[in-house]
């Protein structure tokens, strides 16, 4: 949104109105000066002897990261000198404080049982894609299912003592200080992300006792402060063996888009991990992100440059975006992957999760299924408001945010990239991609989309070879049986491939298509 006068982006101040009760805190520190440290100091130190007192003693361990108090001061440091207001010094000084009780007392629980550490995390089940292309109502419905386990934001937040998995208790009313009352300090926030102690909670949240991970970046601007992301997937690791420590075994569902731009270190912690990356028009995504991270930093400081956060989430998601495609055309993850496209998920949500849970291995059960349906039921597209933006809102244009996805396209929706073998055919079948006109590209995408032939295929009357590529992203092995076992006769050949086997195995699929021409001239 630009002022008509000049063209530059509207501030948030003149997007939002703040509540009253907002305005006349935050004014609390113009009473005394204007400096908000003077109301809510964030003292690195002071805080940790804090926590360390509440508890009634002094942890001797370190939950497997021996610097991690020098982190915590560093980290401290930078929230001070940053610019946030008096609400969000005390949002933050709370987090810190309860962050500092969860890890100590992680620590002390891992001290008295070692034999946590010996735990396994298998195959969990990791929902990631760029923000705001569905990854948090998938996460919801995927959470219905009982056969997986999704931390609720209460037990993230509070994981000791321990309560049965899946219930809150009395952490719910401590959790509604870092959840619900979000949406308090801004209402517009309830219609951009819905934040509950009840609901399924990101691995961006799960991670804040690390204090070395994205959530500090996302709420501040924290000058050179850097994240340490091996540290941060380490804290992560030791939090679930924690958590799961004396459950029944269940497969561990976890979410954050973040996780994008990490894929290696996520697989050197889950190696074994199954990554359900989530697809949207990049003009959706994008301007959506940018008004959905500004409105968090929003919340805590009256400084938000939205120009230059534009850029840098641009500029993120964009690597992100490329990276992935490029670690998705080798091996040893690239079969580890399963695609969720956001229309397809809005469209049919039990019959796209069933593609999913193909591709894994699982299976869809009736109940999840209906668990789905009455979960949509009970909560309606637009129950706290709609989220309105367009691109030129927040800086951008359609085309702009589109060409990020010409080479990329997981980005719109079919990824031509997954069945490249080299380097060099890559380059040649992303140029191809790039300079095929968008409008052409997309059309063709919605055709097959869309198109639906299942109900004539029993009437092909002609013998019929299937070609399958054993690692189809797109047309998966399951959807080629599909085909086969419907037309009459028909024979198959799977092939050690992706979605474009002539190109990326042709000498088997020569030997295939002759070999099956060839019986039937005989």
């Known amino acids: 949104m630009r002022t008509e006068a000049t063209g530059r982006l509207r501030s948030m101040a003149e997007r939002y109105r703040r509540p009253d009760w907002v305005r006349r805190l935050n004014a609390m520190a113009d009473s005394v000066g204007g400096d908000a440290r003077r109301i809510v100091p964030l003292d690195g130190p002071a805080l940790l002897d804090e926590a360390e007192r509440s508890l009634g003693d002094r942890s001797s361990g370190d939950f497997g990261d021996p610097a991690w108090r020098t982190r915590f001061t560093q980290l401290a440091a930078a929230l001070d000198a940053s610019t946030m207001h008096v609400v969000g010094r005390l949002m933050t000084r709370q987090e810190l404080l309860r962050a500092l009780r969860t890890r100590l007392r992680l620590a002390r629980e891992l001290d008295e049982h070692p034999r946590i550490a010996d735990g396994r995390v298998a195959a969990p089940v990791i929902v990631t894609g760029p923000a705001r292309s569905g990854t948090s109502?998938?996460?919801?419905?995927?959470?219905?299912?009982?056969?997986?386990?999704?931390?609720?934001?209460?037990?993230?937040?509070?994981?000791l003592p321990r309560q049965p998995a899946g219930e809150c208790g009395a952490r719910r009313d401590w959790s509604e200080c870092e959840q619900e009352l979000w949406a308090d300090v801004q209402p517009e926030f309830s219609a951009m992300h819905e934040l509950r102690s009840d609901l399924p909670v990101e691995c961006v949240t799960l991670t804040i006792p690390c204090f070395c991970g994205s959530h500090w970046q996302m709420i501040a601007q924290l000058g050179d402060w850097e994240a340490d992301i091996e540290a941060m997937y380490a804290f992560h690791r030791r939090l679930l063996q924690v958590m799961q420590h004396g459950e029944p075994p269940r497969t561990w569902l976890l979410k954050t888009p973040g996780h994008l731009m990490t894929l290696e270190s996520l697989f050197a912690t889950y190696p074994d991990a199954w990554v359900v990356q989530t697809h949207r028009d990049p003009a959706k995504t994008m301007p959506s992100t940018v008004s959905t991270t500004a409105m968090v930093q929003w919340m805590r400081t009256d400084h938000v440059?939205?120009?230059?956060?534009?850029?840098?989430i641009?500029?993120?998601?964009?690597?992100?975006?490329?990276?992935?495609?490029?670690?998705?055309?080798?091996?040893?993850f690239a079969d580890r992957f399963v695609d969720v496209h956001f229309d397809r998920l809005m469209r049919d949500p039990v019959q796209t999760l069933g593609s999913a849970y193909a591709v894994m291995g699982r299976e869809l059960r009736p109940a999840h299924a209906e668990r789905i349906r009455a979960y949509l039921r009970d909560k309606p597209k637009g129950k706290f408001g709609v989220h309105q933006y367009t691109p030129q809102d927040w800086g951008f244009t359609a085309e702009s945010l589109r060409a990020i996805g010409r080479m990329l396209p997981a980005a719109i929706g079919l990824i031509v990239a997954l069945a490249v073998a080299t380097a060099g055919l890559g380059a040649v079948l992303a140029r191809f991609t790039g300079l095929t006109p968008l409008e052409g590209y997309l059309a063709c995408g919605a055709a097959v989309r869309d198109m639906d032939h299942r109900e004539i295929l029993a009437r092909i009357n002609v013998p019929t070879l299937v070609v399958i590529g054993k690692h189809d992203p797109a047309t998966v092995p399951e959807a080629g049986e599909f085909v086969r076992s419907h037309i009459p006769g028909a024979e198959v050949a799977m092939l050690d491939a992706a979605h474009l086997s002539n190109v990326e195995q042709p000498t088997q699929f020569n030997d295939a298509v002759l070999g099956f021409l060839t019986r039937g001239a005989r």
Do not use: K, S, W
């Open 137 to 159: 109502i998938l996460f919801e419905l995927l959470a219905l299912d009982p056969e997986l386990r999704a931390p609720l934001a209460c037990e993230g937040l509070h994981p």
């Open 305 to 312: 440059d939205v120009a230059a956060l534009a850029q840098v």
């Open 314 to 332: 641009e500029m993120v998601f964009a690597y992100g975006l490329n990276h992935t495609v490029e670690l998705r055309t080798g091996r040893p």
